[in-house]
């Protein structure tokens, strides 16, 4: 009988989780939406509950449990360093709970760093041994898989791709530098690209689209669909910029392939075909030819990364 793992995809607006099949199989899965007000130990003893809910009706009862989060995340100490979307979790452990609980050993992982190992096991990644992920929606993160084993640092920070610096005099980001990729391309970032249209005047279509709110980076792709050049100009350049952000990556980690998820993918084309263009310009020798595919675990990528992490360590055991 096939083993299986419990996983949790954690995030300051669903929390999920599921039992997954040591081949990428969800068999159970139960979620809900995040409470906005609540106390740090309301919230790990709601994630401590689902997956509880979960194991209890599983057969075989699952090995090993993962929780992936957003945030720096110290694999080793099981603990939750900061996350910025989740009010109180700071220096929080969080697996001992969860294990004390399940009887079953637990674990925690950065959510970009545990999507890069899901698509790496079971994903657009399959048949590599070396790995670049890169999610790229709100914010910018990232991982690394080498010789198949998730990279993570010396602190358990690899992976960090938003925050290299392509514009020491560009905007600042949210981490305090000025310039990060984070800072110029993300959501973000194009909700940023959007308001400075709009307060130029030099986009009517989008002032109507956004109305009297403030404009999204959604607004400034509609815009741009629609035919205004300014707006798909602001697209294209941000395309671009993560181009040449993935091209220098790729230079130093020769990955045999660069996987990609995240929202910004609707933008489809106009938005990865300069990426494509600039990462590939960039990239040195026969890195030019890095194979780019994009997710194809979609809105499981969190869940099916957890599993993925949680398995890694059975198998190191």
Known sequence: MTRTVLAADFGGTHLRAALVSEGGEVLLRR???????????????????????????????????????????????????????IPGFRNLVLTTPISEQLGIPAYIENDAS???????????????????????????????????????GAQGLAGEIGHIILDPSGPRCNCGSRGCLEALVSGVAFAERARRLVESGKSPALRELAGDREPTGVDLFNAAKAGDQLCEAEIR?????????????????????????????????????????????????????????LSTLGDDAGLLGAAAVALEYLEAR
């Open 31 to 85: 979620e809900h939406h995040t409470p906005t007000e609540a106390t740090r130990e309301s919230i790990v003893a709601d994630i401590v509950h689902l997956l509880a809910n979960v194991a209890q009706v599983a057969e075989p009862y699952p090995e090993a449990a993962c929780v992936a989060t957003a945030g720096l995340i110290d694999a080793a100490q099981g603990k939750v360093i900061l996350a910025p979307n």
């Open 114 to 152: 545990a999507a890069a190992l899901g698509e790496f096991r079971f994903g657009a990644g399959r048949g590599t041994r070396h790995l670049l992920h890169a999610t790229i929606g709100t914010g910018i993160g990232g991982g690394i898989v080498i010789d198949g084993k998730l990279y993570r």
């Open 237 to 293: 350049n941000g395309g671009h910029i993560l181009g040449l952000g993935l091209g220098s990556l790729v230079n130093v980690l020769n990955p045999d392939r660069v996987t990609i998820s995240g929202g910004l993918l609707a933008m489809g084309e106009m938005f990865l075909g300069p990426m494509r263009e600039a990462m590939y310009s960039l990239a040195y020798g026969p890195a030019a030819g890095t194979l780019v595919r």
